[in-house]
């Protein structure tokens, strides 16, 4: 077991200066997360959960956000990670080039970070495999649903192998039925790929359904306001009515009630 | 988030930033205009391939001092009223039309062929023909500028209307089965963001179709048939000034439309869903 | 399959059309007693049409030289100007502007002015009908290359992808039914200006013809030589569409 954190984050405050005000978004976030866990953060809307997000994926904020404290992804900085292909995101939006088919969106990465032809072709017939896409392959994204593009998108994400998926609200676009069924899905590529997973959500239900552990942010200024573990098997398809989870989902929302007062 | 308030209305033109682009259109022009006239001087060109800014100014002078009835800015301004009517009619007529494609798709089959051929035949080659039919007169041109500039707006507007969100129709159909009341409260409002965004194009065509339409036509009036006849005479200063008045008056009715669309736009949501 | 019957439907529908109108022009002519100097019959039209086609073909074809070469240099050159000045932002946003300034002002009123600098030959033509072309192209490619949702912004950074690999595989398959989109409409463009540059003087075309027999009154002759610019028209256009639908068989037309 390498002692290397997955992420580890400390005393992260964030500002954003502009109209002659600040705004202090992030306030003295620390937590650590350990590598091959499924982690959830959820928050009140507003929350500086986007703002969070993008500071761990490596993209650029607006000039105007001031950060103090330390990311480390993987022990670097996470632009640093993401040059060396660490990160996979997933956004809240599919986001698929709809001018490419299923593999070549799959692909795209690939292409852009040079693997060869037949390197690419092994990993998207391999991911295709993964996420129950084969018979898809050539489809458009506009002949699919937003689900199944959602899973392209996902494809997307780990056509590289990155350590860590940082998954933005992937599935609230969806009913529930298709969450859920997306939540099963994203379990089983999580067991079967053993990848650090951060996931934003909205949903109580998705956090406990899913996760590991369970951070709740507060408003802003945000810090964690409690973090939870939850102790529970997998797969939870079979548990996910029984008194033990409701447990969790009251906890939750009993933390989450407060943290937006 | 503290969003700037822009100064709005007349104040627009006193602001800072504004003024300096203005100096700086100015200065460049200047600038451009003189070395137009040293590199003219220069080179000993003709008057009559490219005359110099002294050239055009003198024909100014001629023109507008000698008080005749009719100057290039009369005839300038004429041509323009009749680019304005046809503007005008074209947006009414071309709504209808619109409208109407939306309704079936078989009634879209049935115009599709007549709207198509206003496009594929050149105005310019219709003028004769249509002018045996509806006379030389103004008639036959305002029908010829309505033709020129017609079908992008039948098709934006069309087009509009079929991608108006299904649930916003859903929703006016739970208060009310009267046709017109829908037409009124979700239609009409939805049509406003093509018709500002055409808006623009169809000025630019509006006034391209009255030269085109007045060279056939002879329209004695018209500051087409104007270029036309100094061309041919070799008056070319002449041409240079109807050219650029006629440029003038199309760039300041292409920025009130624009400056239209964008007032109305931000002041109004009409048909943003 | 529904899609597909629904289409050759309305393909038959505007054909049926078409021949009803046609029918219908040419009965009402003998019941509301027309005189020939106002409205021909159709099938008067196709057999001018069909007597005269030397001489109209001909004519077509100077005319057809100026259209084709005049839209080809217009398009390419607003494509390739667009892709050099794409890259520096903020000085594309600001040129967009002017060029949708420029193009806002009546360009055909050029004719006289290049027609007065370097004669009425069919270098004229070609060059007023490239120029009348090259603004909406060079509009619409460079308010497309300069735009790109923030999204696939997002990810194309995550694979530190260059500024090439953005153009090749993202702004440029964006852009390109937009682009097919300007070249098809400068087909039309094209055919009115090179005509109505004709009107000012030239060496040869149909636009000349017209004008020169119009004096004639010799309607028939007027409507043959519309009817084959209409075909040419035509078939231009739908092959630029065919190679549209070709091109970017993901947008439905």
């Known amino acids: ?261 | 988030m503290i969003i700037q308030k822009d100064l709005s209305g007349l104040f627009f033109w006193f602001k800072k930033s504004n003024l300096v682009k203005i100096f700086k259109t100015i200065l460049f022009l200047t600038i451009l205009l003189l070395t137009w006239e040293l590199i003219i001087t220069k080179f000993n060109i003709p008057k009559r391939i490219i005359p110099k800014p002294t050239d055009l100014f003198n024909f100014l002078q001629q023109e507008f001092l000698n008080s005749k009835s009719t100057t290039v800015l009369t005839k300038s301004i004429f041509s323009f009223k009749d680019a304005l009517i046809g503007f005008f009619l074209s947006l009414l007529v071309g709504t209808g039309i619109g409208i109407t494609l939306s309704k079936s798709k078989t009634v879209d089959a049935i115009l599709f062929p007549f709207l198509f051929l206003t496009q594929i035949v050149p105005v310019p080659a219709l003028a004769p023909v249509l002018a045996a039919i509806l006379g030389y007169g103004q008639t036959t041109k305002i029908f010829l500028i309505v033709l020129f500039t017609i079908f992008p707006i039948a098709v934006i507007i069309k087009n509009a209307i079929l991608n108006i969100p299904e649930n916003y129709t859903l929703l006016l159909h739970t208060y009310t089965r009267k046709r017109f009341a829908i037409f009124k409260h979700l239609i009409l409002p939805s049509l406003v963001p093509p018709l500002l965004s055409i808006m623009k194009i169809v000025a630019t065509s509006s006034i391209v179709a009255t030269i085109i339409t007045e060279l056939p036509l002879s329209v004695k009036n018209g500051i087409g048939k104007d270029i036309y006849n100094s061309f041919n005479n070799q008056l070319i200063p002449r041409v240079w000034v109807s050219v650029i008045i006629i440029s003038i008056i199309s760039l300041l009715f292409f920025n009130c439309i624009s400056f239209f669309e964008k007032y109305i736009t931000t002041k109004y949501k009409y048909g943003q869903y | 399959m529904k899609q597909v019957i629904k289409k050759k439907y309305t393909y038959l529908i505007s054909i049926i059309t078409v021949i009803v109108f046609l029918f219908l022009w040419e009965i009402s002519l003998n019941i509301f007693n027309i005189s020939r100097a106002v409205l021909i019959k159709p099938t008067e039209i196709l057999i001018t049409a069909i007597s005269e086609y030397d001489i109209i073909l001909t004519e077509l074809f100077y005319t057809a030289k100026e259209i084709i070469l005049g839209w080809i240099i217009g398009n390419s050159l607003g494509f390739l100007v667009a892709i050099i000045i794409y890259q520096k932002q903020n000085i594309a946003r600001n040129l967009v502007n002017t060029f949708v300034l420029i193009n806002s002002v009546p360009l055909i009123a050029l004719s006289a002015i290049l027609g007065g600098i370097m004669g009425t030959n069919i270098d004229q033509k070609i060059l007023i009908v490239s120029l009348i072309v090259f603004f909406p192209m060079l509009i619409t490619a460079l308010s497309q290359l300069t735009t790109i949702e923030d999204d696939h912004k997002d990810l194309l950074l995550t694979y530190s992808a260059s500024q090439k690999d953005i153009f090749k595989k993202i702004l440029l398959p964006k852009s390109l039914p937009f682009i097919l989109n300007s070249i098809k409409v400068g087909v039309i463009t094209a055919i009115f200006t090179a005509i109505t540059a004709e009107f000012f003087g030239g060496y040869g075309g149909i636009g000349i013809f017209i004008l020169s027999k119009k004096g004639l009154y010799n309607l028939p002759l007027v409507w043959a030589s519309i009817f084959y610019i209409a075909i040419f028209g035509t078939i231009f256009y739908f092959s630029v569409e065919a190679l549209q639908k070709k091109l970017t068989p993901w947008q439905k037309l």
Not at chain 1, 2 to 8: G, P, Q
Not at chain 1, 14 to 40: R, W
Not at chain 1, 116 to 136: A, G, H, M, P, W
Request: proline share 4%; net charge positive; hydrophobic share 35%.
């Open chain 1, 1 to 261: 077991m390498d002692n290397i954190k997955a992420i580890e984050v400390k005393k992260l405050s964030a500002d954003f200066k502009g109209g002659g005000k600040d705004l202090n978004v992030l306030s003295n976030i620390n937590f650590t997360i350990s590598k091959g866990s499924f982690n959830c953060i959820i928050g009140p809307s507003g929350c500086g959960k986007s703002t969070l997000f993008r500071l761990l994926s490596g993209l650029p904020t607006r000039d105007s956000c001031k950060i103090s404290g330390s990311i480390r992804v993987l022990g670097k900085k996470p632009e640093t990670a993401s040059k060396h292909r660490e990160i996979g995101l997933v956004l809240q939006k599919p986001t698929l080039l709809e001018w490419r088919d299923v593999q070549s969106n799959i692909a795209l990465p690939l292409e852009i970070m040079e693997y060869t032809k037949e390197k690419q072709k092994e990993k998207v017939s391999k991911l295709l495999n993964l996420l129950d896409l084969d018979e898809y392959s050539e489809y458009r994204p506009s002949e699919l649903s937003g689900g199944m593009q959602q899973k392209v998108s996902i494809g997307r994400a780990l056509a590289y192998d990155p350590e860590l998926l940082l998954m933005d609200e992937p599935f609230g676009a969806l009913d529930e039925i298709n969450r859920r069924k997306m939540n099963n899905e994203i379990i089983k590529i999580w067991r079967k790929t053993k990848k650090t997973i951060l996931f934003i959500t909205h949903s109580i239900d998705e956090a406990v359904y899913l996760s590991q552990k369970v951070m709740v942010l507060s408003k802003k200024p945000s810090t964690i306001h409690k973090t939870i573990n939850i102790d529970l098997q997998y797969p939870r398809e079979k548990i996910e009515n029984s008194s033990t989870y409701f447990k969790y989902i009251k906890e939750v929302r009993g933390y989450l009630n407060e943290a937006s007062y």
